[in-house]
């Protein structure tokens, strides 16, 4: 039985960017503090109302990273550290218990090639829920979707190289600027099964960055092609995105 509802988010946050350039590395640390509401409302007319349709949460982050400085060809930095603390809760519901803990990390090194690199990423989360439930802050194994943990830890190690710079020109309609991939493993383990339940695949990421109609702003397109070993099957899943900020 399907039922529709009507959902309300307002959010106010503060955060204050600190960031420093210490000799050929660029290091920054960023505390993050919000407020945030949430109004639920089933559709007028259903036999089923919410138990609870208002939610009061605080959020607070501590972000922190420090990277070697990038050449225009890099894909990533050759060294570099990320550390993420997040923390979520409901005070103001009354007796419900509703909160999320995520650390994670992801360091960078360099590869075997110039302009190659690896990323080893870790993640762990600790989730109590009762009438509130956080999404997951972690980012579980490529490939699998519906994974629903209060426990669990992540991990990941990619292998990220350009496979060539073609720089062709197809007249006014495309510029094709770089191809590049990513081979990876990632695994989680599910600490709130009995017994634990551990999740993994495999994969390659293609993707190609190029321009539309001369514009001057960058995309990236490509194709993900992940193995699942537990069961035997290939996933596929099409990339895109969209720098802005370029």
């Known amino acids: ?47 089923l109302r919410f138990r609870k ?6 959020d607070y982050r501590l972000f922190f990273y420090a990277q070697s400085r990038m050449s225009y060809r890099d894909l990533m930095p050759r060294w570099g550290q990320l550390l993420e603390l997040n923390y979520r809760h409901t005070p103001f519901t009354g007796d419900t218990n509703n909160s999320i803990f995520a650390a994670e990390m992801a360091l960078y090194f360099p590869g075997f090639f110039r302009h190659h690199g690896f990323k080893f990423y870790g993640g762990y989360q600790d989730r109590s829920h009762d009438d509130y439930y956080y999404s997951s802050l972690i980012s579980f194994p490529r490939g699998f979707t ?27 309609l495309i510029y094709l600027k770089r191809i590049k991939a ?24 293609l993707t190609f960055d190029f321009h539309l109609f001369r514009n001057f702003v960058p995309l990236e397109a490509g194709l993900r092609t992940v193995y699942l070993p537990q069961d035997g099957t290939f996933a596929f899943e099409f990339l895109y995105s969209l720098n802005l900020s370029y």
């Open 1 to 47: 039985i399907k039922y529709k509802y009507h959902e309300l988010n307002l959010t106010g946050g503060l955060s204050v960017p600190l960031n420093w350039y210490v000799k050929s590395w660029f290091m920054g640390f960023q505390p993050y503090a919000a407020y945030s509401y949430k109004y639920l409302r089933m559709d007028p007319g259903s036999e």
């Open 53 to 58: 349709d208002r939610f009061h949460s605080l």
């Open 146 to 172: 519906g994974i629903y943990s209060d426990q669990a830890l992540s991990a990941s190690l990619a292998y990220v190289f350009p496979v060539a710079c073609p720089d062709w020109s197809i007249g006014p």
């Open 182 to 205: 990513a081979v990876f493993y990632d695994y989680a383990l599910l600490f709130d099964r009995d017994p634990d339940k551990a999740y993994y695949s495999t994969g390659l990421d």
